[in-house]
């Protein structure tokens, strides 16, 4: 049966989330991404509104919404600003590998431990020379008695520099290339863990990226999350959430671009009437909300099979390229309908425009993941219906 219809209790989250976006981070969002200021005061008030663990279970501190839920929480923040929305939402990636990988007691003590603080965790991956192909990373988890040290950088990191807690990925054995990949859950606390450079954005400005350095950082086996060599199946797991993440991360900017551009064609009077009656501008309406209802759909499947335990790499990879090349086009339409107004600094639409970009380039670019669903079609072209 297909049902789009949300119970009371969708629609109360929907709310929150849309009353939130609206009284808290609107009034805000140019002026933070002007300046490119860390949200501090909204992520405490979002950590007391309840939006910020969202799909962690209730047990761990978390409102426990399912990943659906949390997609549709996460369009309507995003809708107001993607950049402070995206720290609010940051443990649905950090802690996706934690949640799939560790033990009730390692998500107890880690993630339950992290829900207390408005701060949250963050995903480390990337290294300066390790990207897309990031099975080749150097940083180095070396067998030290019962636990290891780690060593090596990150780069990229969004939440780094504030994170309480890192879900790291290392090296165990470099020869064995992505089987020798390990994850471990890394407080903040451990000595030996250091902030480089803060990354100046084009968009996401508000949202906080941060190189990491790990020197001599000593954990316990305890930190280990799965087994050893289980890290890279895990990040790659994590990332069929992220993936589907962003796909509902470009609805949110989508829409607002859309909305931006529909109310000023209402509005704006040239050859005495308004814009919108002319039909150039009504067919790229027309497409900009094709092209966002296209979006939602995508992120509502893949979330409704990642609730229910149905493996969706391809289908998550696929949205999430969709939906952040519609985003883009929708963001660049709306500048061309809103024009000169719409290219100057302080406009909705320029934000959305640069914001739009990262979309198509975090969580594996538009080109990685177009092989990661292409490769899989290779093997299983079979889809739902
Ligand atoms: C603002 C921001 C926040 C980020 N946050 C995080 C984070 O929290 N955690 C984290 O771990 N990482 C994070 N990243 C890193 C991000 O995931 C990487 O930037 C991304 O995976 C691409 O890596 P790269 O930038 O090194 O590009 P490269 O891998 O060097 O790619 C350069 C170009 O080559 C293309 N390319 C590479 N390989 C292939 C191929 N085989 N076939 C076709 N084309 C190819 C790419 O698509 C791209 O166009 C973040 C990045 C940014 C910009």
Known sequence: MID???????????????????DRIRPVALEYDRDGTYPEEILKEAHKAGLMYTNIPREYGGSGMSHLEHYLV?????????????????????????????????????????????????????????????????????????????????????????????????????????????????PRSTPGITVGRIEDKMGHRAMNVAELFFDNVEIGRENLIGEEGQGF?????????GRANITAVSTGIARRAFDESAAYARERVQFGQPIGNFQAIQFMLADMNTLVMASRALYLQVGWMLDNDIRCSKEAASAKCFASDAAMKVTTDAVQILAGSGYMKGAVVEKLMRDAKLTQIFEGTNQINRMVAGRALMSDSSGLF
Request: hydrophobic share 35%; glycine share 12%; net charge positive.
């Open 4 to 22: 789009f219809s949300l119970t009371e209790e969708q629609k109360g989250m929907v709310d929150l989330a849309r009353r939130f976006g609206k």
């Open 74 to 186: 996460t369009e309507a923040l995003n809708y107001e600003c993607c950049a402070i929305s995206q720290v609010i939402g940051i443990s649905h990636l950090s802690m996706g590998a934690i949640q799939l990988g560790g033990t009730e007691d390692q998500q107890k003590k880690f993630i339950g431990d992290m829900t207390k603080s408005y701060r949250s965790g963050c995903f480390c991956l990337t290294e300066p020379h390790a990207g897309s192909d990031a099975g080749i990373m150097n940083t180095t988890a070396s067998r030290k008695g019962d636990g290891y040290v780690i060593n090596g950088s990150k780069c990229y990191i969004t939440n780094g520099q504030y994170a309480d807690l890192l879900c790291l990925f290392a090296t165990v054995d470099k020869s064995k290339g992505t089987r020798g990949i390990s994850c471990f859950a890394v």
């Open 233 to 241: 199946k895990l990040a790659m797991m994590a990332l069929d959430r």
